[in-house]
């Protein structure tokens, strides 16, 4: 049995930018962080007692007897990508709630490759796994995604991820450099409330990449790479929250125009009460149209901004995750 242990992401700044159709030709730079929430992916070899050869477990079970019979696309696409084809089965279990704005589905790629090179016993890197992950839900699967979900779930922390020019795999990362006094002051500060609504995060993302191919938000996603820029350089002064959060509202109303679906008068109507009930500022995660919200919030004021803020669901503790995936036990 191996079990592998997989952070989700947390975006703040540039996000957007991280698709091959933009800094395939402009370079850009991202801030985002891993979060203590996880997704867990259990690998064990299948013996044979049973009429099938593959078991995938996740929201629904799959028993199979060849790979082409899988309908999980990840499940699907890293077998064939590491070319193991029968006598396996897979598990899956989150903390949080898929198609919710935290990069789930990357998660679940990163921490099913970790755990297919562990049974294989094969050593891998952050950047070989994020770089394999890339491969896959891009090259295999075809998807509409960036590169940050991979790279943040791979690596943990809080990352300056540096994209292009060049190909899809023309980035590189090193770690945000924060005193451990500032980034738990800034951990307190955020607070990440769940809408209640999930949404399948390929159709906005399909829009926002339509939307670049065809220069129609080019100076916008500008204004988003000199954002990030000052966010960068916000954070290594480890300037006043006050600052962090005009900045992240910043962002957030430059990303509402990326692509239509991205907000709706409901996603407003919370995030304007946001500023009222006392954040700083704040976005809503992912790709839009639902999923989590995120505030930067002085932790004296949180209760009563909780109480405010009747609109979010569920409340969820943050905490940063310094680790990314790992193989937790084999």
Same mark, same amino acid.
């Given at each position: 049995m191996i079990i592998t242990k997989t952070p989700y992401r947390l975006s703040l700044f540039g996000g957007g930018t991280d698709y091959p159709a933009w800094f395939e030709k402009n370079p850009s730079k991202i801030v985002s962080a891993a979060m203590a929430h996880y997704c867990y992916v259990n690998i064990k070899e299948l013996p044979p007692f049973f009429e099938h050869t593959i078991k995938a477990t996740y929201s629904k079970v799959e028993s199979v007897n060849s790979i082409e019979e899988l309908e999980h696309p990840s499940i699907k696409a890293c077998l064939k990508h590491l070319k193991i084809y029968n006598n396996i089965t897979i598990g899956h279990d989150g903390d949080l709630p898929a198609r919710s704005g935290i990069g789930s589905s990357s998660s679940f790629t990163v921490g099913l490759l970790r755990g297919l090179?562990?049974?294989?016993?094969?050593?891998?890197?952050?950047?070989?796994?994020?770089?394999?992950?890339?491969?896959?839900?891009?090259?295999?699967? /075809?998807?509409?995604?960036?590169?940050?979900?991979?790279?943040?779930? &791979?690596?943990?922390?809080?990352?300056? +991820? $540096?994209? *292009?020019?060049?190909?899809?795999?023309?980035?590189?990362?090193?770690?945000?450099r924060l005193s451990d006094a500032y980034r738990n002051e800034f951990e307190s500060h955020i607070m990440? /409330?769940?809408?209640?609504?999930?949404?399948?995060?390929?159709?906005? &993302?399909?829009?926002?990449?339509?939307? +670049? $191919?065809? *220069?129609?938000?080019?100076?916008?996603?500008?204004e988003t790479a000199k954002l990030a820029e000052e966010a960068i350089d916000s954070l290594a002064k480890e300037t006043d929250m006050s600052i962090i959060g005009k900045l992240l509202d910043d962002g957030w109303r430059i990303k509402r125009e990326l692509a239509d679906g991205v907000t709706d008068l409901w996603i407003d109507d919370i995030y304007n009460a946001s500023l009222k009930a006392g954040a700083f500022g704040g976005k809503l995660m992912g790709a839009g149209g639902g999923g989590f919200f995120m505030f930067l919030v002085p932790p004296e004021k949180q209760e009563e901004f909780k109480t405010k803020m009747n609109s979010i669901k569920v409340w969820v503790p943050f905490k940063f995750d310094m680790y990314g995936s790992q193989t937790i036990f084999k």
């Open positions: 090179y562990s049974l294989l016993n094969q050593n891998v890197t952050p950047y070989e796994l994020a770089q394999q992950a890339i491969y896959v839900e891009q090259g295999i699967i /075809g998807e509409n995604v960036g590169v940050q979900d991979q790279i943040m779930a &791979a690596h943990g922390g809080i990352q300056i +991820i $540096k994209m *292009g020019p060049g190909n899809r795999y023309a980035w590189s990362t090193e770690p945000l990440l /409330g769940f809408s209640g609504i999930s949404r399948i995060a390929e159709i906005q &993302a399909k829009k926002k990449v339509d939307n +670049i $191919k065809s *220069g129609i938000n080019h100076k916008l996603l500008e």
